[in-house]
Nanobody, 119 residues
């Protein structure tokens, strides 16, 4: 499975961005898809996850971020609204078969896209 993330950029606080993650190869709609982020000096953390069993959001993004998927396009999206400076990080999409919040449980990763939120 190959993942290609895009959509990052520079935005002012309060603004919005939409990240996309296009999957290719041996993809499956049954895969768990997640968006992680990693800020400088911090561990990679799960921001949002979508699976057959439902959705997961980190507390820090609940009510602001929305994850969705278009199986026909093999693409997962992360709509990010009301962005804050603390959302600044490299965002990665990941795929796997576990609903774990641990990055180690996801075998497939995109290359990362930088989101910078200015105050």
């Amino acid at each position: 499975v190959q993942l290609q993330a895009s959509g990052g950029g520079l935005v002012q606080a309060g603004g919005s961005l939409r990240l996309s993650c296009a999957a290719a190869g041996r993809t499956s709609s049954s895969y768990v898809m997640g968006w992680f982020r990693q800020a400088p000096g911090k561990e990679r953390e799960l921001v949002a996850r979508i699976s057959w069993s439902g959705l997961y959001y980190a507390e820090s993004v609940k009510g602001r971020f929305t994850i969705s998927r278009d199986n026909a396009k093999n693409t997962v999206y992360l709509q990010m609204n009301s962005l804050k400076p603390e959302d600044t990080a490299v965002y990665y999409c990941a795929a796997g078969q576990s609903r774990s919040t641990s990055a180690a449980m996801y075998p497939y990763w995109g290359q990362g896209t930088l989101v910078t939120v200015s105050s």
